[in-house]
């Protein structure tokens, strides 16, 4: 007996399938496709319905026409070769691994567990593929170093050796397991999650393409981090001058002292600990204006301080917040847990009024290191360009779902990693040429399905037709621009 039956899967699309039962068990199952719209549902269900029908006669055979139509199958063949050839733009296909590849893409599309993707490459018409096949390339990716040729391949796309500035950033990664090794560790969570995880290190240019990822220990101390993924990057690719831009979390006195006698420039944000001498010195003086800036040389690089009326407004916002809240822990609304203007005795509890007024002196005021001898305009420019790590953090753990990580082995998640990277680099390639974000490019490319259409018993491939939208993105891919 077959039957028609709906499954949704793991990115919410409905799979549509032909179910085969015998003595009351599923022997086959015939996957049609995933349907992300109502629309698509609808063609699919008509589909599986023909299928369904094609081996019954026919009740009123009298009426039979002489032209017989059906579909065989459908899939998205226009977004598989479209991610394939921008594979190869990339130059990744010198790998030469076609299951790494099946993996990269299958995780743009529709990011699951490396046995989920077997379903997403059939979806988008990929031969079957052995699910061991997934397992021996993982190996296979760590062994053979994919992430250094990887890592190359995008260098030599940016034209690497004319980059003058190269952004890095940090994040977490967790696993959905509470046993730790010595690699998968807890440690301080940006998610502020218990479970063991990894700290992620990325390189990325000033657009945020990605030029190297590098994991650590979990419990690592995120400033000590930077130098080795700089050295990394510099031995690897033979660069003798690098410009690093990173967040004050990278700042530390032992790390700039490396940066300088390494020969490397630097622009690092810096945390407010205290009230800088050249702030105290304005502020008896004179009112801030938006945008000033104030110097602070020092012994072998300068603070730049900059003040913004729209950044103090917010401050000034959280500050009255947190007062509020010291209130109320005071006159005994909530409980007395630890607040920042909230000073704690044996037998009393009361504003931390020093602390207030040195948070409202610094509202408004961001700080920048760097020993460039540029304008200090052009430091704070570069500065905010860490966005686009920023972005390329955030997709590659929501469009890319690069986290929880299940994988257990160390070989096994680096290859997990290199497999991320690669995605990344496409999905950032095509945002930059299209003006899209690759969620949207997936959105309107996915539902564009060919199909093997049969008439009167014989074959024939069956393309989409494209609405002006996408021809312009295909255009623009096609153009590189």
């Known amino acids: 007996m ?32 995933s349907a992300h719209t109502d629309e698509d549902l609808k063609i699919l269900l008509a589909l599986a319905r023909k299928q369904l029908q094609k081996n019954q006669l026919p009740l009123f055979p009298e009426i039979q026409t002489s032209l017989q ?23 990744f296909d010198q ?11 299958a995780r743009i599309v529709e990011p699951s567990s490396k046995l989920d993707s077997l379903r997403v490459l059939a979806d988008l018409g990929l031969g079957k593929l052995d699910q061991n096949k997934l397992y021996r390339c993982l190996a296979k990716a760590a ?16 034209g690497g050796d004319k980059l003058a500035l190269i952004l890095y950033d940090v994040t977490t990664l967790y696993f959905e397991t509470q046993k730790e090794d010595d690699y998968r560790k807890p440690g301080l969570s940006k998610e502020r999650r218990l479970e063991p995880q990894i700290i992620i290190g990325l390189l990325v240019d000033q657009r945020g393409f990605p030029l190297g990822l590098h994991s650590f220990e979990g419990n690592k101390a995120e400033t000590k981090t930077i130098l080795p993924v700089i050295e990394a990057f510099q031995a690897q690719h033979g660069l003798k001058k690098i410009t690093i831009v990173a967040d004050a ?53 300068r603070v730049i301080y900059q003040y913004r009326t729209k950044r103090a407004a917010l401050d000034l916002r959280n500050i009255e917040k947190q007062i509020t809240k010291a209130k109320k822990a005071i006159n005994g609304q909530i409980p007395a847990n630890r607040m920042k203007f909230l000073t704690i005795q044996a037998t009393s509890k009361q504003l931390n009024q020093k602390l207030i007024d040195k948070a409202r002196a610094l509202a408004g005021i961001k700080a920048y ?50 497999i991320v990277l690669a995605a990344l680099a496409i999905s950032r ?32 491939l069956a393309n989409p037709e494209l609405s002006p939208e996408v021809s312009l993105l295909l255009n623009n891919l096609a153009s590189g621009h």
């Open 2 to 33: 077959a039957f028609i039956r709906k499954v949704k899967t793991t990115s919410g699309a409905t799979a549509v399938q032909i179910a085969y039962k015998q003595k009351g068990k599923i022997v086959k199952i015939n996957h049609l496709g």
């Open 69 to 91: 139509v059906g579909i065989k199958r459908s899939f998205s063949d226009l977004l598989w070769k479209t991610l394939r050839e921008q594979y190869q733009k990339l130059g």
């Open 249 to 301: 979390a990278m700042l530390s006195a032992t790390n700039l002292t490396a940066f300088t006698e390494a020969g490397y420039t630097y622009i690092v944000g810096s945390r407010l600990h205290k009230i800088p001498y050249e702030l105290t010195e304005f502020q008896k003086t004179g009112e801030m204006f938006d945008q000033q800036i104030i110097v602070s040389q020092q012994n072998g690089y």
């Open 143 to 158: 062994d053979q170093n994919y992430r250094k040729i990887i890592n190359q391949a995008c260098f030599e796309h940016v």
């Open 429 to 460: 390639n095509i945002e930059y040429q299209t003006g899209v974000s690759i969620k949207k490019f997936v959105k309107l490319m996915r539902p564009l399905r060919s199909a093997i259409v049969t008439i009167n018993s014989k074959e024939v």
């Open 369 to 418: 290191v760097t020993n460039l001898d540029i304008p200090d305009e052009e430091v704070i420019a570069y500065y905010h360009q860490l966005f686009q790590v920023e972005a390329s953090f955030r997709m590659a753990k929501s469009d890319l779902k690069a986290r929880p990580i299940y994988h257990r082995k160390r070989d096994a998640i680096e290859a997990h990693l290199t």
């Open 95 to 105: 790998l030469n691994d076609e299951v790494f590849e099946a993996l990269c893409l």
